[in-house]
C-alpha cells in the first residue's frame, strides 16, 4: 500500500511537470490554442484564419481585434475570444463595443459576475448604448435585484424605444418587469427636461434598431450610427412669399390695380379730377 501510494504521488508529479513543460512550449511557440482545432473547408474556420492574417497585418487595429474576438466567440473559443477583446479595449478605451462584447461572452459562459462588470465598463464609456443598459437590466433581473433592473431597462427603452418590440429585440420577452419600466417612463415622459439628457447621451437615436442576441462588429455598429440619406426628391414645403414693398407714387403715375376688390373705382394720376358721382336712381 505505501509502494503504491509512493508511485501515485510520482505519478502526479510527473503529469504536473509535462503539464508545466506543455504550457511553456506554447508559450514560448506562441500557438494559439484554437489554431490546431481550425478546419481547412469549414466556412466560419476560414473566416477565423483570414482574420487572423488580417490582425497579424496589423496588430494595432482595435476594431479587428473585435471582429476577431467575435469569430472566436461563435466557434466557442472563449479564451481566445476574451484575449481578444481585452486588447481591443488596451488599443482603445474608449471601445465601448469590444466591452459590450465582452458582456455577452460572459453572459453566454454562465459567468454573471463578469459579465455585469462588462456591461457597466461598456456603459461608462458609452452610456448611450442602449444594449448595455438592457443586457445590464437582464441579469440584475436574473438576481432579484428588481429595482436596479428596472432602472436599467427604463433607460434602455428610453433611448431605444423599438426594444419594447420582439421583432427588434426578442429577449424582451424574458422580463417581467415590463410594465414597472412603462410606468417608470410614463413619468418620465412627462418631464422634457429629463428626456432631454438621455436623447442627448443616445446620440439623437444613432443606436436603436442594432441586435441584443449576438455580439456586434465595430463596421455594423458605424452603420447603424450613420445618418440617413435625405432624398434629394422630396421638395419644400412652399413657403408665404412676402409682401411686395410700396414705392412712392410719383405725381402723374397710376397705382396698379392687381389686388383691389371688386367694385373699386379706378385710381387716377394724382391732380386729376375726381370723377362725377353715380347718378342715384330714382
Excluded at 477565423?48 to 473585435?66: F, G, H, K, Y
Excluded at 466557442?76 to 455577452?104: I, P, S, W
Excluded at 410594465?179 to 442627448?200: H, T
Aim: charged share 25%; glycine share 6%.
Amino acid at each position: 500500500m505505501k509502494r503504491f501510494s509512493i508511485a501515485m504521488i510520482a505519478l502526479a508529479a510527473a503529469v504536473t511537470v509535462g503539464c508545466g513543460l506543455l504550457h511553456a512550449k506554447r508559450q514560448t511557440s506562441g500557438e494559439p490554442f484554437y489554431r490546431k482545432y481550425l478546419v481547412a473547408g469549414n466556412a466560419l474556420d476560414d473566416r477565423i484564419a483570414e482574420q487572423e492574417r488580417l490582425v497579424a497585418a496589423q496588430p494595432d487595429s482595435a476594431d479587428l481585434r473585435n471582429d476577431f474576438g467575435n469569430l472566436l466567440a461563435e466557434r466557442r473559443f472563449v479564451e481566445d475570444a476574451q484575449m481578444q477583446y481585452e486588447k481591443a479595449l488596451e488599443l482603445d478605451r474608449t471601445h465601448y463595443v469590444a466591452a459590450y462584447n465582452l458582456g455577452l461572452l460572459w453572459e453566454m459562459a454562465g459567468k454573471s459576475g463578469r459579465a455585469i462588470g462588462a456591461y457597466r465598463k461598456s456603459i461608462s464609456k458609452k452610456p448611450g448604448f442602449p444594449a448595455s443598459h438592457f443586457h445590464l437590466g437582464r441579469l440584475y433581473e436574473q438576481r432579484g435585484w428588481d429595482g436596479l433592473a428596472v432602472k436599467e431597462y427604463a433607460k434602455a427603452l428610453r433611448l431605444d424605444p423599438q426594444m419594447r418590440d420582439p421583432r427588434s429585440n426578442p429577449l424582451v420577452v424574458d422580463t417581467r418587469l415590463l410594465d414597472r419600466v412603462s410606468l417608470v417612463n410614463y413619468q418620465r415622459d412627462l418631464a422634457a427636461a429629463a428626456m432631454s439628457s438621455d436623447r442627448a447621451w443616445a446620440d439623437q437615436g444613432r443606436f436603436r434598431n442594432v441586435p441584443t442576441d449576438r455580439p456586434l462588429s465595430s463596421s455594423e455598429v458605424e452603420d447603424a450610427a450613420a445618418p440617413e440619406p435625405v432624398d434629394a426628391t422630396v421638395t419644400a414645403p412652399p413657403t408665404h412669399a412676402p409682401a411686395p414693398v410700396q414705392m412712392p407714387r410719383q405725381v402723374g403715375q397710376t397705382r396698379p390695380q392687381q389686388g383691389l376688390p371688386p367694385g373699386t373705382p379706378p385710381l387716377l394720376p394724382a391732380g386729376a379730377p375726381p370723377p362725377p358721382a353715380p347718378t342715384p336712381r330714382p
